[in-house]
């Protein structure tokens, strides 16, 4: 199983990127897709979190600017971020509890990071 994150990038405080993520390889289900991220000299942290049915959870820093949505028919996970601060900035790794067999449990995954940098 693979997951490949895409959409960083640089942007103006107050603009807006989308990141995706796409899983691929051996998947029999995903339940939880989310998006950490990690700035330099901090922990990673969680952004936001999507379960199969669509439910969401969102860290306070990021509500009502953030928006993560996922098309499961593409095993893939969106990230719509808008009014970004410079404090958004940092890498954003995507992460999803795959299960890659009906014979297997579920797994985390990661993806390996896509840097979004936001300037004052």
């Known amino acids: 199983v693979q997951l490949q994150a895409s959409g960083g990038g640089l942007v103006q405080a107050g603009g807006s990127l989308r990141l995706s993520c796409a899983a691929s390889?051996?998947?029999?289900?995903?339940?939880?897709m989310a998006w950490y991220r990690q700035a330099p000299g901090k922990q990673r942290e969680l952004v936001a979190a999507?379960?199969?049915?669509?439910?969401?959870n969102y860290a306070d820093a990021v509500k009502d600017r953030f928006t993560i949505s996922r098309d499961n028919a593409k095993n893939t996970v969106y990230l719509q971020m808008n009014s970004l601060k410079p404090e958004d900035t940092a890498v954003y790794y995507c992460?999803?509890?795959?299960?890659?067999?009906?014979?297997?449990?579920?797994?985390?995954?990661w993806g390996q990071g896509t840097l979004v940098t936001v300037s004052s």
């Open positions: 992460n999803a509890g795959v299960r890659p067999s009906l014979f297997s449990s579920y797994r985390p995954y």
């Open positions: 999507i379960t199969s049915g669509g439910n969401t």
């Open positions: 390889g051996s998947i029999f289900g995903i339940n939880v």
